[in-house]
């Protein structure tokens, strides 16, 4: 070993630093996984091991110098049997098993944090409710629930974090969720894995996971000084969204407030949960959602609002509990020419924004 | 090295192709088929396949339909009352005449009647010309009005439904589910455009039997190139009687 | 030369074409005088109902299919069954994809 | 009789290959081009799919070598997207859709059943042309371009963003297409009404049964893909939107309708290769195959199911969870039939009597290859941990079991296997051994630490990847070149063959098919009498007592 070159040492020392067989376990649905997992890679050996030594010990024994002539069987109804009703209860334990996975994967919990992500050619913006903004990186607490709502602005995305054991496609025009709560502080790696054009192998990031504490230094530190659901409120007057979404009598529109996760009725008469999927529908196609007891008048915002914009309207309009805000809002359009209102407005409502550890709605 | 069990038990077959060999067989009997039957069977079973494998590539475009008229049932209907039911009535009925010629020309093949099947299947040609030319004409009208789907795409006869007679006292479409429309006619190009392929093929192919039919080619006791071009002719037909009521004919009242 | 057996059988008097025909006009007229009658969800089945008769018509008897091969005729049984699937999978998908919050 | 191989062939020093055969019949370029002869289609085949499967093989191995270092250093991202995009191009539609079926399978199923041709000699012809239209319309594509868009052509991506020939491959996948569907139809219609007197549906050979279940899937399922790559070429060339979430189509849509027919289209390569393997097997052992009726009803089973499991590619794409059980469910229940045929194919060694040429350590190979192949699409349809496996190294490792381990394993068994018939001609014996080990460990050098990257989390697709990845990686571009040695090495002793091969006559493995029945290489019209089936399939009691008629008649007109 003393001859070796050091240009090879040089190698060997890189790639065995941070080799690894198994990827880390960072997240609670982690180990859950990696037990199914395990016991597939356990039923596999198994059955593999048969095989191999089956054909291997006939292989042996019947040779033809040992075996010269062969006796004809035509099959055995028992064994047969044996090895379809095996497997087939095996796969079926691991169906069962994946399915109470997949499902908990993809049911985020009730009190679980809100971020938003939005894939584009070629990154990841995080979005915050407290405001801060991330690009290719993504902060997030130990210990907490955190569900990810996502969304692409052109092709198919996927976000992957293998650590969490965790993955789901961000498609155009609609929302999907994932959640997870990671257990072990540390960096571990974000993927895009939907092959989505040229720089797709650059869609990577890093998942950052800090401490309770740690989080809300960081989330102290990186804000931007306007919350997402400012931020949402002042597209809310700049669009004058209030004109009609307000609360005199003589409203032509619904009062949005207390809307996020109330069931509505729709003039279609059908009955929906107005959760982000819905608030965005509403947004960008509105005629096809209108609550009943309105005309559908509202005119669509597609192609006016980025996913972006439309992620700070929700978050806004998830945080308007009051008709009060409402009429915060208002008078705040009303007494700012349009455009100008930027900061103003942000400072007039500044008061009444939730703060970062108010964003997880009760 | 055939062995000699083979030999024996084959002995009716080998008399059989021996028989072949002589030309106790008519000639359109292929070399590898033992009997009319048995190439019969088999031709007319791969006509059948190949219009299974057609069902499902119609079919693909039905489902892609399906789902969409249902999400976007509005702007299916407003598309809808874009096509002149008119028209393609005439259409149907033109595409339906067309296969009951084709059917009267397979049968004067069958019965040897080589000038009926001629007429016959130059109506059929004519019939199917027709439809094209109708297809062409409103074609030539979406065109028109904008409404092939692309950059130049109008939405105007759906947000101001005055404008356009053929809208005229319908309720203007918010603008949302006016664009819509668009996939519509996406659907209404891409369906009746490759039902319009399909027929131009078959009046390809039925150009290619006329040619032959003249020098007697169907009408001496083998039919079955006729016999297979006019299922492909009536499974067109039937796609044409699907096409019609889901493109033109929703929410008439 | 005897007339081949399958050909002679498959020879079909063309009144029972002229019959189809004249149900395949009727049925046109039938389905667009059905659209103009406000059915409600029963429109399109009507529609859809019609044309599948109509199809019928044509596939049973100026495609011969009556007159065909058992395996012809559980070839067509066959893909019907393969597109039902086709068609009852996507729907799953996207009937089920609103059912619950996800 | 207790030598170590089966091999019978007849005294070099008097052994003359017949001088009447197909590829003697008739002489010249045209002849060539312009037969309807099913062995002649067939080889035209195996010339072309050769050249397609180098030709991918070379993108292959460019793919590797770029993967050699984390950084992006062989080409430009772009490059890289187009040789990824065009090696699952060319491998899938035209080396592994049409490998078995249109070589082996042209050139065996109408002998097998006992038939002069295939049902429709001449749209026998027209597919190979069609294949090659496609075939030279996807090279056209790659040379002017390429395509960029991955083999799976998804939407918007491939609608939208991208600049590249997507209309030109997607037509060239169309035009095979078709190639592929009358393939299928003519096995299909050649099957139902072809067979010899005697050769009932249980008397088949496996291989025709598995190529029966694949002309299915092929019928039924290809003009889906087609209807969806027609819609693709149409939204890009004319912009009409059906799949544009801009205006609101549905661009998973175009998913369940690529998947309907890309599902099912593993099931398309992989279960004519089963069927060489039951071949292979079987004649190996001398016995006839374990649970005949299994194995063939597992094939139909595979095709049958294999139509309804297409979305478990999608499973975190945002279909509805429901869909996801119901999906997963029906994978679980697919992957059963082919763990029963490979339960079926060890025990039919029980009690055989088993030599060892080259097709038969193929075929091990194939089953061990082929095993964790499919247990490890067991782990990708379970919805749970396809989350984590999905669209990672896992699965481009998974189906290279599945694909190179077990269809490309396959196919090379069945040209050994069936290069005597074809040739009239031996393979020589100890290299193409030596081959087929070597392809053996190369293969699982390649592509079993892929199984580990995927675990780890590494996407596919990637031209540059975390640094930690980087020794797995060494390993695998190791493994492709040695991969690659296996699979030059047949080419280059087949080749040899074909001049100094020994003379095989007719039977040199003591198989009892009815394509050994004849000479080889086999006459134009397959038989000089027509053949009757008084046996069972793999009957080899029936093949002694013939051969030894046969000495008897020999030693009577000798004496």
Known sequence: MSHISPVIWQFLVKWMTNFALFPPEASKIAPQMDALYFFMVLVSLIGLTIVVLLVISFSILYNRKRHPVAVQIEGSTLLEATWTIIPLGLFLVMFVWGALIYFRVFTPPANAMNIYVVGKQWMWKVEHPGGQHEINALHVPEGRAVQLTMISQDVFHSLSIPAFRVKREAIPGRYTTVWFEATTPGTYHLFCTQYCGTNHSQMTGDVVVMTQEDYRKWLASSTSGESLAQNGERLFASLSCAACHNTRPDARGPSLANVYGAKLTLSSGGAVIADEAYLREAILNPSQHITQGYAPIMPTYQGQISEEGVIALIEYIKHLDSDYRVEQTLTTTDMLPEGEGATPAGKASAGNAPAAKGMVKP | ?253 | ?102 | ?559
């Open chain 2, 1 to 253: 090295m055939q062995d000699s069990a083979v030999v024996a038990q084959g002995a009716r077959n080998a008399a059989a192709m021996a028989d072949h060999a002589h030309g106790g067989h008519p000639t359109y009997l292929l070399h590898h088929f033992n009997s009319v039957e048995q190439q019969a069977d088999a031709s007319s079973f791969a006509m059948w396949l190949f219009l299974l494998t057609e069902v499902m590539f119609f079919g693909g475009m039905f489902v892609v339909y399906l789902i969409y008229r249902n999400w976007y049932y509005p702007a299916f209907v407003a598309g809808s009352r874009q096509l002149n039911v008119a028209l393609g009535g005439i259409n149907s009925a033109l595409l339906i005449t067309s296969s009951f010629t084709m059917t009267l020309a397979v049968w004067n093949a069958r019965m040897r009647r080589k000038g009926g099947m001629i007429l016959c299947l130059v109506l059929t040609f004519a019939l199917g010309a027709v439809f094209l030319g109708v297809k062409g004409a409103e074609y030539k009208e979406k065109f028109e009005k904008h409404h092939v789907p692309g950059e130049h795409y109008s939405l105007q006869s759906f947000l101001n439904p005055d404008s356009d007679p053929a809208a005229a006292g319908t309720r203007p479409l918010p603008l949302d589910e006016a664009r819509h429309t668009e996939l519509f006619f996406s659907l209404y190009f891409a369906m009746t455009g490759m039902h319009a392929l399909h027929m131009i093929i078959g009046m390809g192919l039925m150009a290619y039997i006329l040619f032959r039919a003249r020098g007697g080619a169907y009408t001496a006791g083998h039919t079955a190139f006729v016999e297979y071009f006019g299922m492909y002719w009536h499974f067109v037909d039937i796609v044409w009687i699907f096409l019609f009521p889901l493109l033109y004919l929703i929410n008439r009242h």
């Open chain 4, 1 to 559: 009789m207790s030598t170590s191989t089966i091999v019978r062939l007849p005294d070099q020093s008097t052994a003359r290959i017949p001088k009447d055969n197909f590829i003697t019949r008739e002489n010249g370029l045209l002849s060539w081009l312009l037969t309807r002869d099913h062995k002649r289609i067939g080889i035209l085949y195996l010339i072309s799919i050769t050249f397609f499967f180098f030709i991918g093989g070379a993108l292959a191995g460019l793919i590797r070598l770029e993967l050699l270092t984390p950084q992006t250093d062989l080409m430009a991202v772009d490059t890289y997207n187009k040789v990824f995009t065009m090696h699952g191009v060319i491998m899938i539609f035209f080396f592994l859709v049409p490998s078995v079926p249109a070589t082996l399978g042209n050139f065996f199923l109408p002998m097998m059943i006992g038939a002069k041709d295939l049902a429709l000699p001449r749209v026998n012809l027209l597919s190979w042309y069609l294949y090659m239209a496609g075939g030279i319309l996807a090279l056209y594509a790659m040379i002017t371009g390429g395509v960029d868009t991955g083999w799976t052509f998804t939407t918007p991506l491939s609608t939208h963003y991208v600049n590249t020939n997507v209309i030109t491959t997607g037509l060239a996948i169309f035009i095979a297409g078709f190639s592929s569907i009358f393939t299928g139809l003519n096995f299909i219609v050649t099957i139902h009404k072809m067979r010899a007197p005697g050769m009932t549906w249980f008397r088949l050979p496996l291989f025709v049964w598995a190529n029966y279940a694949a002309s299915i899937l092929m019928v039924l399922g290809t003009p889906v893909l087609a209807v969806a790559l027609v819609l693709v070429v149409l939204e890009r060339a004319f912009g009409i939107g059906v799949f544009d979430p801009a205006r609101g189509g549905d661009p998973l849509l175009f998913q369940h309708l690529f998947w309907f027919y890309s599902h099912p289209a593993v099931y398309i390569m992989i279960l004519p290769g089963m069927g060489v393997i039951s071949e292979v097997i079987s004649t190996f052992s001398r016995k006839r195959v374990f649970g005949y009726t299994a194995v063939a009803f597992s094939s139909v089973a595979i095709a049958v199911f294999g139509f309804f499991v297409w979305a478990h590619h999608m499973f975190i794409m945002g279909v509805s969870n429901y869909a996801v059980l119901v999906f997963s469910l029906l994978t679980m229940l697919v992957a059963v039939p082919s763990a029963i045929k490979i339960f079926n194919w060890t025990f039919t060694l029980y009690k055989g009597s088993i030599t060892f040429e080259t097709p038969i350590l193929y075929a091990f190979g194939f089953m061990g290859l082929f095993t964790i192949g499919g247990m490890t699409g067991v782990f990708l349809g379970t919805s749970g941990t396809d989350i984590h496996l999905t669209e990672t190294y896992f699965i481009v490792a998974h189906f290279h079991f599945v694909m190179v381990g077990g269809m490309l394993m396959a196919f090379l068994a069945g040209i050994h296997f069936w290069w005597p018939k074809m040739t009239g001609r031996m393979y020589p014996e100890k290299i193409s051994q030596f081959a087929a080990v070597v392809t053996f460990i190369g293969f699982n050098l390649t592509f079993f630490p892929q199984f580990i990257l995927g675990t780890l989390g590494m996407p596919r697709r990637y031209a540059s990847y975390p640094p930690e990845f980087q020794i797995l990686n060494v390993f695998s571009t190791a493994g492709a070149t040695i991969l690659g040695v296996g699979y030059l090495l047949p080419i280059l002793y087949l080749t040899w063959s074909l001049r100094y091969g020994a003379i095989a006559g007719d039977n040199p493995w003591q198989a009892t098919g009815l394509e050994w029945q004849s000479q080889s290489p086999p006459l134009t019209e397959n038989f000089t009498v027509m053949p009757v089936m008084d046996h069972e399939a793999y009957d080899y009691e029936w093949l002694e007592q013939q051969q030894e008629r046969e000495n008897q008649k020999e030693v009577a007109s000798a004496g």
């Open chain 3, 1 to 102: 030369m005897s007339e081949p057996r399958e050909q002679a059988e498959h020879i079909v008097s063309p009144w029972i074409y002229a019959a189809v025909y004249l149900a395949l006009l009727a049925g046109v007229a039938a389905t667009i005088a059905a659209s103009r009658m406000n059915l409600g969800i029963l429109n399109p089945i009507l529609a859809l109902s019609i044309a599948f008769a109509q199809a019928a018509l044509v596939t049973v008897y100026s495609m011969h299919l009556k007159w065909s091969t058992k395996l012809n005729k559980l070839s067509v049984g066959a893909c019907a069954f393969i597109y039902c699937f086709l068609i009852a999978m996507v729907l799953l998908d996207y009937t089920s994809r609103a059912w619950g919050q996800w």
